[in-house]
């Protein structure tokens, strides 16, 4: 993205923005061109945002006990069998 240094210097946070994620950010000044590039860049993993991978208001020690007893008596239902 080419930009006037007016319109950099107005939206310089998004730019900022645009640069981190790896789209060439340039801006002309007197007629020069500048690139804004980050010194270090981003890897794949420094962008991942966590997310919540449990609902809400679950009770996991609850569940997990409740998983088990059913699999006890799955086991012992089995054994019987033998």
Known sequence: M????TKFRKDLFGMADLAL????VEFVYRGVVFKVT???????LDKLVGQQVVAEGIDLEQASKELFAGMEA???KDW???
């Open 21 to 24: 994620k790896g789209e060439p």
């Open 38 to 44: 980050p010194e270090k860049k981003l890897s794949k």
């Open 80 to 82: 019987s069998e033998l």
């Open 2 to 5: 080419t930009a006037t240094i």
């Open 74 to 76: 799955e086991w012992l």
